[in-house]
């Protein structure tokens, strides 16, 4: 915050809100209009930030959240009281399950309505409670800037997340009046904010020199790098440590592109479908540095069989992280970077010579029945798609995956060599993410390419975002990998339901002609021959352009940890060079 007390030179509390916004940078905003919030919108157009009109308010959550994750900004999504905000839900849980820094700003009734159930009340700052860094009800004029100011500087500080400030009408509306803001926060709760501040306790040279300790004895480390590097802006002294003492990298989901895919080091995902090679690698270590991750179920498996002869080190920026689900031996709570900075002069050069030979060796063993080196047939599986995406892309695409099998296919065969180049709802695995966080994206990639790539279940959840790229120019091309189920529940159902695909069978209009009725250009793909024509086709045009890839209908997703066992009891790979398909 810049100190300084707009609330001589505002005239409203609707103009204090978009100065807030001008003031913290904001150059585009994802909302939908009504009611309450319409004094906001009314004089939105004397300010110099672009609104993107969604066609349903989780679009507009969406898209604000791939905006900040691309750009490492705050995003800002906009909605109306009642169901304007509720409709954000979702968004505002994606984006704090993966620590997101997005400001939801929520018009709400008049305060001298609040609590009568008026037309359109939702209390949204109570439902947002558990999904929130943190929320405000702010109900008089003057609070409007100095709240928004503070819920930008929440939003990105310490552990990142989203924040909710509602605003009454009459807030709106009022005039400020020409006195020094009080700092009136209206939460109803004691503060989680916390949580997301610079931890208190500053990290201490002991501890330090205990990690450095425990790294310079462990004979078969793992560094395990999450979502934080990426965060934190961590990859380059990331890499320092992983080549001054020849450690071996396994990523989670999050993480992917926080450490260069390509390098020698990397191993690549770990977890439920991490690669066999990697999650033995760390049941088999002595030592895991854990970096801005936090162990989450989908990564552990069976926690009281976990990494259970390795030592930990966990680098982490939220204290309430430590010690939840693994028990670490050195905990480091604080910004990556900067425990990093402090970290690498006091460790030694080392060679792991043996160990990563070893791990080299399981790797070799994999890739003769990987799908995309044998022969297929003629048949198209996701995974071709995936690959051949990543080769012509040349990897610099920024990628937006929706949920389900095709999220997990193209973490294992799209190699991303690069922070931020990587969208995904990892935490909350919310289907429909991708078409709006796509969107978003759109906006911070710049002169990126974008992909988005959906399930065909989850892309007619928010299918009606296409209208959204029409009738805001915006280009972003579309992968709709179509199997004709509901794919990763339908794998489950193969696996553990007996084969009962009950629900998962799904029925789909002809993408190709969706795309056309919305005027937007598209082609469907049916063999693996014609993936290169489509992508050319999608990048001669500057309109959003959908393809349909038919592929495998009963393919599944290898190797797997089945939900809670052992890390290293996981479903191969099929050897038969089929995939996973019948
Ligand atoms: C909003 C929401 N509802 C339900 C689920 C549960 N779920 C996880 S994956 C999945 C199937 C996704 O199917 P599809 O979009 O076709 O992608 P595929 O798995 O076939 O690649 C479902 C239903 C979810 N993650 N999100």
């Not at 309505?113 to 949204?124: H, K, L, M, R, V």
């Not at 352009?545 to 066992?565: H, I, L, Q, T």
Request: aromatic share 6%; charged share 20%.
């Amino acid at each position: 915050m810049d100190g300084s007390d707009p609330s001589t030179e505002v005239k409203r509390g609707a103009e204090a809100m978009w100065e807030a916004l001008v003031a913290e940078g904001v150059e585009v905003v994802f909302g939908y209009p009504g009611g309450c919030i319409m004094p906001a919108y009314d004089v939105m157009p004397r300010y110099p930030v672009r609104h993107i009109l969604c066609r349903h308010e989780q679009g507009a959550a969406h898209m604000a959240d791939g905006y900040a994750r691309v750009s490492g900004k705050v995003g800002v999504a906009i909605a109306t009281s009642g169901p304007g905000a509720t409709n954000l839900v979702t968004g505002i849980a994606t984006a704090m399950l993966d620590s997101i820094p997005v400001v939801f700003i929520t018009g709400q009734v008049p305060s001298k309505f609040i609590g009568t159930d008026a037309f359109q009340e939702t209390d949204i700052t109570g439902v947002t409670i558990p999904i929130t860094k943190h929320n405000y009800l702010v109900t008089r004029a003057e609070e409007v800037y100095p709240i928004l100011r503070e819920a930008f500087e929440l939003a990105r500080s310490g552990r990142p997340g989203p924040v909710v400030v509602d605003i009454t009408k009459d807030a709106l509306q009022n005039v400020c009046a020409p006195v020094a803001p009080k700092p009136a926060t209206s939460s109803k709760r004691p503060s989680r904010a916390k949580r997301g501040l610079a931890p208190s306790k500053p990290i201490s040279e002991h501890d330090l020199d205990r990690a450095a300790a425990l790294i310079a004895s462990a004979q078969r480390p793992v560094i395990l790098a999450g979502h934080g590097i990426v965060r934190s802006g961590s990859t380059e002294l990331v890499t320092q440590l992983v080549e001054k003492c020849d450690i071996p990298v396994g990523l989670t989901l999050l993480g992917l592109g926080g450490f260069p895919a390509t390098h020698p080091h990397a191993l690549g995902m770990m977890g439920m479908h991490g690669e066999a090679w990697v999650n033995q690698a760390i049941q088999e270590a002595d030592l895991l540095i854990a970096l801005g991750m936090r162990f989450d179920d989908r990564v552990t498996g069976n926690l009281a069989t976990y990494a259970k002869n390795a030592k930990k080190i966990h680098v982490e920026i939220d204290p309430a992280e430590v010690d939840k689900n693994v028990r670490v031996d050195v905990a480091l709570i604080g910004d990556l970077k900067e425990v990093l900075e402090r970290l690498l002069p006091r460790v030694a050069d080392k060679k792991h010579a043996a160990w990563n030979a070893a791990l080299g060796a399981k790797r070799a063993e994999v890739a003769p029945i990987d799908i995309v080196n044998t022969p297929h047939d003629g048949r198209l599986f996701a995974a071709h798609v995936m690959h051949d995406l990543y080769r012509l892309t040349e990897g610099k695409a920024v990628v937006v995956t929706d949920v389900g099998q095709h999220q997990m296919w193209e973490a294992q065969y799209y190699k991303h060599d690069h922070p931020r180049g990587l969208v995904t709802s990892g935490g909350l695995g919310t289907m429909g993410f991708a078409l709006p966080a796509g969107i978003g994206a759109a906006f911070a990639a710049k002169e990126k390419e974008v992909w988005i790539i959906a399930g065909d279940g989850g892309f007619q959840m928010t299918a009606a975002e296409l209208s959204t790229c029409v009738q805001d120019g915006i280009k972003v091309n579309v992968a709709i990998i179509n199997n004709g189920y509901l794919g990763m529940v339908r794998q489950w159902q193969e696996l553990f339901y007996g084969g009962r695909y009950v629900a998962t069978p799904i029925v789909s209009p002809d993408f190709v002609k969706l795309a056309d009725a919305h005027g937007l250009p598209g082609m469907r793909v049916t063999k693996r021959e014609e993936i290169p024509a489509a992508v050319a086709a999608a990048r001669a045009t500057d309109k959003t352009f959908v393809v349909e890839f038919r592929v495998e209908a009963e393919d599944a997703v290898y190797p797997m940890v089945p939900a809670g066992a052992d890390l290293h009891d996981m479903i191969r790979r099929p050897s038969k060079n089929n995939g996973g398909a019948k």
